[in-house]
Structures are given as structure tokens and as C-alpha cells.
Nanobody
Framework: QVQLVESGGGLVQAGGSLRLSCVAS????????MAWYRRAPGKQREVVARITSVGTTDYADSVKGRFTMSRDNAKNTVTLQMNILQPEDTAVYYC?????????????WGQGTQVTVSS
């Protein structure tokens, strides 16, 4: 089993920054397969950033150049540095982990952390 615990959400004005963290515990072989998703009010959940199975990082077009996902293998932690935040970034942000790219049935989610950006 794997547990994911997010932290770092909050309220910020447009143009500001927040840093989210996700600590993974349990059976973690690699941080490849970790991702950040978000769900905005009235919208579908979308992937924000992810670490691919080969260790590269992909970003949604809407956050490229503003958000940075990083990893600390020693601490089993991934972070999401969010800069130049806009009201449309308001959402609940979730940490996600899929240990094996071929096994879509085995996935884990954190509890979510609220990010609110005021205009």
C-alpha cells in the first residue's frame, strides 16, 4: 500500500506563488509515475504535471513556464512550485501515483489540498 499526503495549499492573490508538497510512504520503488492533478469547480479533473516512466517531467499547456514539479528521491517527496498564479488556477490539487505504467488499475491519490487565487 501507498499513502500520499499533500500540504501547502492556501489563499493567494493573483500573481503570487504557492508551493505544494506530497510525501509518499509505503511501497515506493521510484517516484516515476508521480503526478499532480487538479479539479476546479464545475470542471473535470485534469493533469497539471507528471513525472513520466522514464523520469522526464511533462506539464499541461496552461501551466508551462509557471509551474515546476520537482522530486526528492531520498525523502519520497514531490513538490509543485506554482508561480504567477491566476484565478483560473483555483482548484483542489491532488497528488497521484501510478507505480507501473502498464498497470492502470493500481493507482493512489492523496486527500487533496485547496488552492484559491483571488483576483
Amino acid at each position: 500500500q501507498v499513502q500520499l499526503v499533500e500540504s501547502g495549499g492556501g489563499l493567494v492573490q493573483a500573481g503570487g506563488s504557492l508551493r505544494l508538497s506530497c510525501v509518499a510512504s509505503g511501497r515506493i520503488l521510484s517516484l516515476n509515475g508521480m503526478a499532480w492533478y487538479r479539479r476546479a469547480p464545475g470542471k473535470q479533473r485534469e493533469v497539471v504535471a507528471r513525472i513520466t516512466s522514464v523520469g522526464t517531467t511533462d506539464y499541461a499547456d496552461s501551466v508551462k513556464g509557471r509551474f515546476t514539479m520537482s522530486r526528492d528521491n531520498a525523502k519520497n517527496t514531490v513538490t509543485l512550485q506554482m508561480n504567477i498564479l491566476q484565478p483560473e488556477d483555483t482548484a483542489v490539487y491532488y497528488c497521484y501515483y501510478q507505480p507501473a505504467p502498464w498497470d492502470r488499475a493500481t493507482t493512489y491519490w492523496g486527500q487533496g489540498t485547496q488552492v484559491t487565487v483571488s483576483s
